[in-house]
């Protein structure tokens, strides 16, 4: 038993002493800058930063203010609208009906006044009462009320008026019956008349409208049904102003999480930070560079943070930037150079030792 | 402007680390399965020398017993000195022999049952010598897995427990837990893979040769059998 326990004590130190050497630095994996889906968080910057302009365009704080024209007017347009194409899309109407009908209410008002002055009969006022009231004023059920409650109220004024006024002229008794009805009309009444004709007005643009699109054809209702977007406002860039100072894309370019790990790779590689290096924590070095669109670099990188006035954050920072440099050139998507052009980049040592 | 940090590249990610790194269960249990991985081996290096030290003695007995030569001189050049096998079992069975002879055979009956109980008892004390230690073997091959897991899962709740404590979920702070965790039951495997193994092997082995043994026991016995009966009548009548 001896002999086998010894032997297996030897063989196990022996696999150990195999593991503790071919384990001990696993290769980190080789891999290829390849981004076969980039997934990337999108920042609200994203669209905050819109920066679309010409990149030759002189520094200004506003674009140059030459009068704006509108070119390439197409002829025999028969939408209106900022759009380049004449798109038969009716324009989207705007959702403000009630407002609408409260300003147009006041002139149908005084064409109202005429109808009801023939009527000399104080049973005349009762009569057209009912009427609106079915007609128009079913949803709005406080309305009814309202009125009904004012219709006593100057009812029993009307009797004493005219008592006052028989009182005082009886030979002109005709004429102050008259008169005093209309003001009792306009304040009773008005409000329900002008209400039933509204709705006639509404009736007679629609169906002017109908008889309108009556006359184009049907592929061009058809896509006009179809066509939801507003007809104006969508046109191209027309405006003649001059471009602002700014990039070619509309959006500013921003280099996804796994290019920005892709980067951080590439440098790591390269960077031996520097050993006895004891407190590790002042050691934090931010090297900025500049890169050319085939990722070589341009000029020298320089040095932003850290890299103090000490022997060891010199060498730190000194380090970083060898790091920098020995790597390059750099794998990078070109078409978001913009990105990448002015790159800086933090070292930290913190979690080497 | 893209800014970007950049840590350090990795740490150390050597076996030491990660060992040095677990938590003290999961040390524990890998500790403890080093110990019956080293056992474990110990075992199989001891078992498989004593089988074939066995397996030679056997061939190297029967090759003597066959030889013609008679059985008390084998007997007594085989009783001055340590014996193992069939030896043991010839011994025993020989000195029951001799001793009923030397106080006189009552029934030869009651002489072949004493015979054969004291070669079933040899036999068994070799099958025991032979079986020993094999059930370490058996617990290892079945319970290693489980014990290295236990180790894994509580290394991973315990690493997960400080991620969550960090409340950094980044790849490089998840990953060193995870594989010193796994540490766990690699050794696990490690200690159980070879154990089931050796198990089975030595299991079947060692009844190959104590079916070997049982069979000269028989033969052995049948030939005793023989002889009581040619000399316990002559000693009768006489």
């Known amino acids: 038993m001896k002999a086998g326990l010894s032997t297996s004590l030897a063989l196990h130190a022996l696999a150990l002493a195999a593991g503790l050497f071919t384990l001990s630095s696993p290769r980190p994996l080789e891999l290829t800058n390849a981004e076969s889906f980039p997934v990337d968080i999108v920042p609200i910057e994203e669209i905050a930063q819109s920066v679309k302009g010409d990149k030759k365009a002189p520094v200004a704080e506003k674009p140059a203010p030459v009068p704006t024209s509108k070119p390439d007017i197409v002829e025999d347009a028969q939408e209106v609208g900022d759009n380049k194409i004449d798109l038969p899309t009716p324009p989207t109407p705007e959702p ?118 009556n006359e184009k054809s049907v592929e061009d209702q058809v896509a006009a049904l179809l066509n ?41 590689r390269c960077w031996n930070v520097p050993a006895g290096a004891a407190d590790a924590e002042n050691l934090k070095v931010s090297v900025q560079f500049r890169l050319s669109p085939s990722g070589e670099l341009e000029g020298d990188p320089r040095i932003v943070a850290g890299g103090g006035s000490g022997g060891i954050e010199r060498t730190a920072a000194e380090s970083a930037r060898r790091a920098v440099i020995r790597c390059a050139p750099y794998n990078l998507p070109s078409e978001k150079y913009e990105a990448w052009a002015d790159v800086i980049v933090h070292f930290d040592p913190r979690d080497m030792f | 402007m893209e800014q970007m940090a950049l840590t350090a590249p990795g740490g150390d990610h050597s076996l030491w680390a990660l060992f040095w790194q677990a938590s003290w269960v999961v040390k524990l249990v890998m500790l403890g399965l080093l110990g019956a991985s080293v056992w474990t081996w110990a075992i199989i290096i001891d078992k498989t020398l004593a089988f074939n030290r066995m397996r030679a003695a ?21 009783s001055e000195r340590k014996t193992a096998g069939m030896g043991s079992i010839f011994v025993a069975a020989m000195r029951e022999w001799k001793k009923s002879f030397e106080k006189g055979v009552k029934s030869p009956i009651s002489l072949q049952n004493r015979i054969d109980k004291a070669m079933d008892l040899a036999l068994t004390r070799e099958m025991e010598a032979l079986e020993s230690r094999m059930g370490f073997l058996a617990t290892v091959g079945s319970a290693g897995p489980f014990i290295g897991l236990f180790g894994t899962v509580v290394g991973i709740m315990t690493s997960f427990q400080s991620i969550a404590a960090s409340g950094q979920t980044n790849l490089a702070v998840v990953a060193p837990g995870i594989a010193e965790a796994l540490l766990a039951t690699a050794i696990g495997l490690l200690a159980a893979i070879p154990a089931t193994i050796a198990y089975n092997k030595l299991t079947a082995d060692a009844a190959k040769l104590g079916l070997r043994m049982e069979g000269f026991a028989d033969e052995f016995s049948a030939i005793l059998s023989r002889q009581i009966d040619e000399k316990v009548p002559v000693r009768a009548a006489a």
Do not use: C, H
């Open chain 1, 228 to 268: 939801r977007e507003k007809a104006s406002g969508g046109g191209a860039k027309r405006s003649e102003q001059q471009a602002a100072l700014g990039g070619r894309q509309t959006t500013g370019a921003k280099l996804s999480q796994s290019e920005m790990d892709a980067l951080r790779g590439q440098i790591q």
């Open chain 2, 58 to 78: 056997l061939n190297r007995f029967e090759e003597v017993f066959w030889s013609g030569q008679s059985l008390e001189e084998l007997y007594r050049s085989l």
């Open chain 1, 96 to 213: 403000k009906p009630r407002p609408v009908e409260t300003a147009e209410a006041p002139p149908p008002a005084p064409d109202p006044k005429p109808t009801p002055t023939p009527e000399p009969e104080p049973e005349a006022a009762p009569a057209p009462e009912p009427q609106p009231v079915p007609a128009t004023e079913v949803a709005p059920k406080p309305e009814p009320k309202q009125e009904v409650k004012p219709d006593p109220a100057p009812e029993p004024v009307q009797p004493e008026q005219p008592k006052q006024d028989m009182a005082a002229l009886p030979d002109v008794a005709p004429v102050p019956q008259s008169k005093p009805q209309p003001p009792k009309a306009q304040t009773a009444r008005t409000p329900d008349r002008k209400e039933p004709e509204k709705p006639r007005e509404e009736k007679r643009r629609e169906t002017a409208s109908s008889s309108d699109s």
